[in-house]
Every structure is written in C-alpha cells, then in structure tokens.
C-alpha cells in the first residue's frame, strides 16, 4: 500500500452500510448498474449502498480505479473523460468507478478526500495507490501501467502482460495517423485540431498536432538558415528556420540555445514570439529529458 495510505482509509463503515441496503426490501431492477451501464461494464457509477459489491468485491478479481468527483469540479470534467476512454480501450484488465461525492459524501469521507479530482486505486479489497488533480493522459497509463504490472500475478482479472485485449483504434487517431503517414501535413493538422476542439484536455492529441506542426516545417528545413541567422541575429524568422533545422537535425541543444539567446535580444511582442516558438520545439521532447529542463532554466533566466 501506498505510505500516504496505510492506514488512513477504512472502509468498514461503507461495508456496513452496504449489507444493511441489502437488507432492505428489494426495489425494482432493470439489471444495470446506477446511471444506466450494465454490471460488467468498465466504467461504473457506484453509490454508497453498491461501493462494497462494485469496488470491494470487485477488486478482489481485478484493479478498480476510484474516480471521486463533483458537476462543479472543473478539473474533475477534464480528467473523468479520460479515465472512462482509457478504462473502456484497456480490454477489460481494470475497471473505472465513479463516485459523485455530494451524492456520496461517505465515500469521500472514507477515502479522507481533502481536494477533488481524487483517483483512488483499489486491489484486494485496499487502496493501494492514488494521486489528486487532473494529471495528464501519458502520466495517467504510466500509472495504471505500473499498477497492472504490479498486480497482475496477485489478481486473476488481469490478464498476462501481452495477453490483454487489444485495445480498440480510435478512427479519429486513425484518419489523422493515415494523413501523416502519407505526408498530408494540413489533413493531419486539421484532423488533430477537430479532436481537441471536442476534448481541448486530449494530451495525446496535443502532443501529436505539436509533432504535426513542426514535421511540416521541419519538411521545409534549409541548411542554408543557419547562416542566414548567424548573418542576421535580428531576423527572427531566419532564426526560427535555423531552430526548427538544428532540432530536425539532432542538434536540440544548439536549437534551445539559438532562440533563448534571441529571447535576451527581443522585447515585447518580438520576444513573445520567440518564446512560443521555442515553447513548441519544448513540446517535441518528453518533460523530463534534461535538454529540456535544462533549456527551460535558461529561458526563465532570460525572461526575469
């Protein structure tokens, strides 16, 4: 269990509350869950009287994720659509539970929740791990990718690693994938830009139109810029060329400190446009390559 964890959540009194619902005489069903989805879906609206039977019982078979959440939470209308795609796309291997916390406040309570999103994994019957806010989608599969492959020999839910159905192509990806590959940069652009336009927090539609963006100009790349900008330091548009050239190249650290240079030369509405642009060259790399965090430095140097 996670040290932030153990032994900070109980959820005995959930349990109570549940076995006495049972009790109760029995209501009408229509054989779904609550909200409308079947039983067996993967993404699932829990209550309080269904927590044990939904998310304890459950999560002896396999990982089920606990998203606590509220109509009035912003991030919570971010990051949900996210779960329940990746929750739906995983072939099974986990199972998303969401808890409306002001229909739910027990749940809450049970979990200690002091700040909303709060995604809660659950994996024999205990939390095991959790993480607040809205994080982005690639932190988001790394996170259910460790626990998977943490569980996966303790819960006979989870398929073996390779084993997993596979998950299901989203044709949006897919046409804007295809537009790429055949070297239609604007059909790829626009087909990204529709994605976001619905889902403005879709990270991977994010970091692919970023990609988009500069493999077109990256496809106009002229080793002939970088001496047009060392000639000229004061032609931004050379010196974004030059950039977007040393990048394609290889040479990223050259490309960084081409243009946080030229920050330390601009001013106003000059110096704006060379951030964004070397902002964009920052969202071609992994956050947590050096190049990076090391250009990122730099840039904060020469802006204050």
């Known amino acids: 269990m996670s040290a932030a964890l153990s032994g900070a959540v109980d959820l005995s009194g959930l349990k109570a509350r549940a076995e006495a619902s049972r009790n109760a005489p029995a209501q009408p069903s229509g054989g779904a869950a609550e909200g409308g989805r079947p039983a067996s879906a993967t993404v699932i609206d829990v209550t309080e009287a269904s927590f044990q039977a939904d998310v304890v019982e459950r999560s002896m078979q396999q990982l089920v994720v606990v998203d606590l959440w509220a109509d009035w939470c912003g991030p919570c209308k971010q990051l949900s659509p996210v779960l329940e795609r990746l929750a739906a796309q995983s072939g099974g291997a986990w199972a998303l539970a969401k808890v409306d916390v002001d229909a739910n406040p027990r749940i809450a309570q049970a979990f200690r929740a002091q700040s909303i999103p709060m995604v809660v994994a659950i994996a024999g019957g205990q939390p095991v791990d959790a993480f607040t806010g809205a994080l982005p989608e690639p932190e988001i599969r790394q996170w259910l990718d460790r626990l998977l492959d ?155």
């Open 150 to 304: 943490a569980l996966r020999d303790k819960l006979p839910g989870i398929p073996p690693d390779g084993d997993a159905a596979e998950a299901p192509e989203d044709p949006r990806f897919a046409e804007a994938e295809a537009a790429f590959e055949r070297g239609d940069f604007a059909e790829a652009e626009a087909a990204y830009q529709r994605i976001l336009d619905s889902e403005p927090a879709n990270e991977r539609a994010k970091a692919a139109l970023a990609q988009v963006k500069f493999a077109a100009r990256a496809a106009e790349a002229d080793p002939s810029a970088v001496a047009r900008a060392e000639a000229d330091p004061a032609d931004l548009d050379a010196q974004f060329a030059a950039a977007d050239y040393e990048v394609a190249t290889g040479k990223v650290e050259d490309g960084f400190t081409r243009l946080v240079d030229a920050v330390r030369r601009t001013a106003g509405a000059d110096r704006n446009r060379v951030r964004e642009h070397l902002v964009s060259l920052f969202e071609l790399f992994d956050p947590s390559d050096e190049r990076v965090a090391t250009a990122r430095r730099n840039l904060a140097s020469a802006l204050f």
